[in-house]
């Protein structure tokens, strides 16, 4: 870990202060300064069109982290915004100007820096490996279902508990006749079996103390439009998820969420025909 009160007092490192949603510096913009984050967080954004007025938020830098190494080799423009998510305190030091006045009477701190630069880059390597991979399997399964039927979405969550090495997966759907109530139609407890349990939702929140769920769990909702139609709860016994496991079960989910609307256009389609030919 790196002493960064030590690096402040270097006077190489200029002290940055943020407010919350302050913006650092917006995508396409250049500077040269590598980064340290000495409290708190901040948020990676992209723009997601060219009129730069809708943002996606792609990861969350926190604590010790150091971002913006790139400027230490080159002067391109930045590929992502960086905004403050709460008041941050970051150090930073010019690539161009100073770092190597700082490697000339600092060699220790200098060696301590590239050596967490090194660790942190083969730490979010192996995290993009993880979602990669991840994405690539649950994909490979989607393009393999025949059927959008309960079947194929209870084998695809099998296959999502298997890859992502969670303990146990809980699948829920919101009740379509009360609005403050979701079933529990699936619980990898319990392979292959259709459940029908019926679960309150106050103040807009799942009653999760009806599932009697003792260790950590994560829940991801699922919607199409910005409305939520299912659940996901995933469980394991240790430790809490990480961010990246959330990044994971967030990309799985999104694959997963078309997969449950196109099994909803189906049935949709099959009751238009039904009544049809009722008449």
Sequence with gaps: MLDLNKLEKTWFFKKVILKPKELLFSEWEKDQNLYIIKYWELYVEKFTNKEKKEVKILATLKQNEIFWEASLNNNLPKQTSIRAKTKVELLKINANKDFEDFWKKYREEYSNILKYIIFLSNKRLNESNALITASYKISTEIIKINNFNNKAIFELIEKIKDTIWVNKILYLEKNPVLDNYITLKYDTDF???????TIEIIDNKLDLL????????????????????????FIKKENAFSDNEIKIITTISTSLSWVLKQKELLEEQKNKEYIKNSW
């Design 191 to 197: 392979p292959w079996k259709m459940l029908d349990k």
């Design 210 to 233: 009806s599932l009697k769920i003792n260790w950590n769990y994560y829940l991801q909702n699922l919607n199409i439009w910005n409305k939520n139609y299912w659940y996901l709860i």
